[in-house]
C-alpha cells in the first residue's frame, strides 16, 4: 500500500513563491512515476509535473518556465517549487504515484490549497 502526504500549500500574493513537497510511504520502486497534478473550482483535474526516476520529466505549458519539479528517491519524496504565481494557479494540488507493469496502481494524496491571491 502507498500513501502520499503533502505539505506546503497556502496562500501567497502574485508573484510570490511556494514549494509543495510529497512524502510517499509503503512500497516504493524506483520506477515509480510521481508527480503533481491540480483541480481548480469548476475545472478538471490537470497535469501538472510528473517526473520518472530517469529522471525525464513533463510540464504543462502552463507553468513551464515557472515551475520546476524535482525529487529525492532516497526520501521517496518529490517536490513542486513553484515562482512567479499567478492568480490561475490556484487549485488544489495533488500528489501522485503512478506504477506501471505487473503491479500497476494509482495513487493519490489528499491534496493541498494554493491561492495566489493580493
Known amino acids: 500500500q502507498v500513501q502520499l502526504v503533502e505539505s506546503g500549500g497556502g496562500l501567497v500574493q502574485p508573484g510570490g513563491s511556494l514549494r509543495l513537497s510529497c512524502a510517499a510511504s509503503?512500497?516504493?520502486?524506483?520506477?515509480?512515476?510521481m508527480g503533481w497534478y491540480r483541480q481548480a473550482p469548476g475545472k478538471q483535474r490537470e497535469l501538472v509535473a510528473i517526473?520518472?526516476?530517469?529522471?525525464?520529466?513533463n510540464v504543462a505549458d502552463s507553468v513551464k518556465g515557472r515551475f520546476t519539479i524535482s525529487r529525492d528517491n532516497a526520501l521517496n519524496t518529490v517536490y513542486l517549487q513553484m515562482n512567479s504565481l499567478k492568480p490561475d494557479d490556484t487549485a488544489v494540488y495533488y500528489c501522485?504515484?503512478?506504477?506501471?507493469?505487473?503491479?500497476?496502481?494509482?495513487?493519490w494524496g489528499q491534496g493541498t490549497q494554493v491561492t495566489v491571491s493580493s
Open positions: 509503503g512500497s516504493i520502486f524506483s520506477s515509480d512515476i
Open positions: 501522485n504515484l503512478r506504477r506501471l507493469g505487473a503491479n500497476a496502481g494509482n495513487y
Open positions: 517526473m520518472t526516476s530517469g529522471p525525464s520529466t
